[in-house]
């Protein structure tokens, strides 16, 4: 069974930055696709950034804000978010993506001045 636990949202000032994490189990990193998707109130949920062998992708609205990393030692994925706006405020997921799709139970992302 996937496990996935992210933790580090928070609140922030616009312009600032958080760096999430998501602690896997097993060789979760090693064998499935990874990704962070968020959804914020009222909106769909969209993706935000995925890494598959090294490869990212990023949604259109974080790229060259947000990074996607992962530390196959540490069982941990992580998204490095820098220059924050309002509109990156919502609920952050760890997804795996394989045969199955796992889902992390999401960390608050809050941007407020």
């Known amino acids: 069974q996937v496990q996935l636990v992210e933790s580090g949202g928070g609140l922030v000032q616009p312009g600032g930055s958080l760096r999430l994490s998501c602690l896997t189990s097993?060789?979760?990193?090693?064998?499935?696709?990874m990704a962070w998707y968020r959804q914020a109130p009222g909106k769909q949920r969209e993706l935000v950034a995925s890494?598959?062998?090294?490869?990212?992708n990023y949604g259109a609205t974080v790229k060259g804000r947000f990074t996607i990393s992962k530390d196959v030692a540490k069982n941990t994925m992580y998204l490095q978010m820098n220059n924050l706006q309002f509109d990156d405020t919502g609920a952050y997921y760890c997804?795996?993506?394989?045969?199955?799709?796992?889902w992390g139970q999401g960390t608050q992302v809050t941007i407020s001045s």
């Open positions: 997804v795996a993506r394989g045969r199955k799709e796992y």
């Open positions: 097993g060789r979760t990193l090693s064998l499935y696709t």
């Open positions: 890494i598959t062998d090294g490869r990212t």
